[in-house]
């Protein structure tokens, strides 16, 4: 310590009259107790003064700052050191040396700055608004073939593109064509993985992810898949797991996911199509959730199912009944579910059968494939009465749906089993659909779906609720009273925040359940007249009328 501390007073010296060898022989010093024991020397250099004199010592033009920059980077790994290594002033003198051309000043003074803002969002943050984004790139397409300074900025990319306010720079910079390039002249696993590491916070950014497949990453993705795909090592897994998921995010962008579908012609789109009768379960997923996103626009969906896509989807969803992989059956429930809200694909995919398949789901216990399952059969009846009807006499649906509308732990499932319980009654409006929720138990559910908080689930409610009152009122009638149904509408028709559509079809529903004995004396007791008289002077005109005709119902049953 006696020899850190004469390095010390030397340094001391020097940092006033700079000569060379003598700073050269104390920061070699300084590096050796470092290298010896890097916190305890860490600590006694701050103790001793040493960060104030280093700003000066970070010359462009001097010898000794690789090893400066080299000290700094040391001391910086001690979480203590880098707060004082900021309030040392060596943030932007640091920054400043990365126009350098010395390629070991970039490289020790990337180290040092990496390591003084590891983990603190706040100083890459600074980092990114003093520029740097820019500089590092210019760095990587320079010193390419340098592989420390390459991995160097990986890895301070990495960092910074975890932050959102670096997304922009990063695409006003030519990064894509970079990393692309970068990647195409890999052959090591490791150096894939940093760029992988790089790519993926990158290809969150909807520009970035049209960069990037402009630049060639996709072709790149692809022959590593092509590579990988029958590979056992976990080297292999793990590239083709990186590569396919990267590929399914750059699809989430509008713009690249349309520039690669190209009409349903691309070479791309059609590579993607084979993935999905694969053996391997990773290029399985990626395949399905790939067709979910290819299907983000009517005009896809509508090409992607005269193609033949549903075959492919509905013999993958049969491998998976007893397989069971959920992450698949998850995926090839999404895209099955977004090809089907076209209304012209609706009659094809029911004609192939895919109501059938997705029932065989009905068992399962994963709340992720429950929600799909309930989405797609959803959208499959939206104006299909033929179906809706099929399916709303089917008993085993009926008594899951009943069961997964009380999943309060699965908010999701509850509202999907709720929105599809009310959309097998209005799209069929038949009566043995509507006997059949009274028997399993679903009017209560619908009932206090008229009280979420959503207000196309409460219209979805009042709707389905008129339905049955209007078909099936005297079936109906127990369990409306029990569930509460006219104190319900006495509360949305007096609540000033209900939608005109609300009060609407409250009041019809009021009208409706009129024929009921008991629920006609619930409607007087509850003085019902009053609000509807006060909803004449609606100034939605649709209300106020039938406000007006409500009230003479009321007064004439009175």
Known sequence: MENLREALEKLRLVSTDSTTDRTETSLDCLLTALAQNNTEASRKMQEMGVLPLLPTLLSPQSSCTPKVANIIAEMAKNEFMRNRCVEA????????????????????????????????????????????????????????HNSALTEMCLIAFGNLAELESSKEQFASTNIAEELVRLFQKQTEHEKKEMIFEVLAPLAENDIIKLQLVEAGLVECLLEVVGQTVDGEREEDIAQLKTASDLMVLLLLGDESMQKLFEGGKGSVFQRVLSWIPSHNHQLQLAGALAIANFARNDGNCIHMVDTGIVQKLLELLDRHVEEGNVTVQHAALSALRNLAIPVVNKSKMLSAGVADVVLKFLQSEMPPVQFKLLGTLRMLIDTQAEAAEQLGTNGKLAERLVEWCEAKDHAGVMGESNRLLSALIRHSKSKEVVRTVIQKGGVKHLVTMATSEHMIMQNEALVALGLIAALDLVAAEKDFVGASLVPVLHKLLSDERSAPEIKYNSMILICAVMGSEPLHKEVQSLAFIDVVSKLRAHENKTVSHQASLTEQRLTAQS
Do not use: F, W
Request: charged content about 10%; glycine content about 8%.
């Open 89 to 144: 002033g060596l943030i932007p003198p640091l920054v400043q040396l990365l126009n350098s051309a010395d390629q070991e000043v970039l490289l020790q003074t990337g180290r040092a700055l990496g390591n003084i803002c590891y983990d603190s969002h706040t100083l890459q943050a600074q980092l990114i608004n003093m520029g740097v984004i820019p500089t590092l790139v210019k760095l990587l397409g320079i010193h390419s």
